[in-house]
């Protein structure tokens, strides 16, 4: 399968959103990845539903909702009504993963599950079957402009070795310091979605840079 792009809105211009949301419109962006955090799992608070619903409204890309909050299983009927394609949920935040994953299926969007930096994958191995999406994170999640965590390369190879080994469907993203040479590396290792902040948002140039990302 051909990578997919999923460029994240949190390092776009806040006082021109519509502009942001119609420039990925109109780019080879696959996804739009939205950064949901809470000021209590992350040290950062974006933004929530009043902002989703308004983005819903002019976003063509699929909506990929990574939720950086605590007890997110209480707002799946609040981004199933947003629009959401994917809800990432942080294994570190769940409790109760496999009912928090069946939940936001029943409720008609995907179910990708989030890992932070320390936690291994092999913790996977009795969700993975269940799940539509692994998103590794290869930065501290809170922030956008993080440099790169080398060690991401490695948990990739091991994750889909997982995925090949159960027969899991789930597909591999990687969000945080992304450019062209960690993308290059991550699609090489076995990623089939690349998120990019501020390499694509903070470029003078964004359109070009979502379709040299596509391009890898
Ligand atoms: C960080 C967020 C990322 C962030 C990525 O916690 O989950 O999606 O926007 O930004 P870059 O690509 O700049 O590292
Ligand atoms: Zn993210």
Known sequence: MKHLIAPSLLSGNFLDL???????????????????MDGVFVPN?????PVLNALKTVCRKPMDVHLMIVEPQKF?????????????????T???????????????MKAGVTLNPHTPVCLLEDIVRDVDMVLLMSVNPG??????IEHSVEKVVRLREL?????SKAL????????????????????????????????PDPRATIQALKAL
């Open 76 to 92: 799946v009927r609040e981004l199933a009504e947003a629009g959401t394609y994917m809800m990432n949920v942080h294994y570190e």
């Open 172 to 203: 591999i993203e990687v969000d945080g310091g992304v450019n062209l040479q960690t993308g290059k590396r991550l699609i090489e290792a076995g990623a089939d979605v690349l998120v990019a902040g501020n390499f694509v948002f903070k470029s």
């Open 18 to 36: 519509r502009r942001e949301v119609e420039m990925i419109n109109n780019s080879d962006a696959d996804w739009l990845h939205l950064d949901i």
């Open 94 to 108: 769940c409790v109760h993963l496999h009912r928090t994953v069946n939940e936001i299926r029943k409720a008609g």
């Open 163 to 167: 995925i090949d080994r159960t027969g």
């Open 143 to 148: 922030f956008s402009g993080q440099s790169f």
């Open 45 to 49: 608070i974006t933004f929530g539903f």
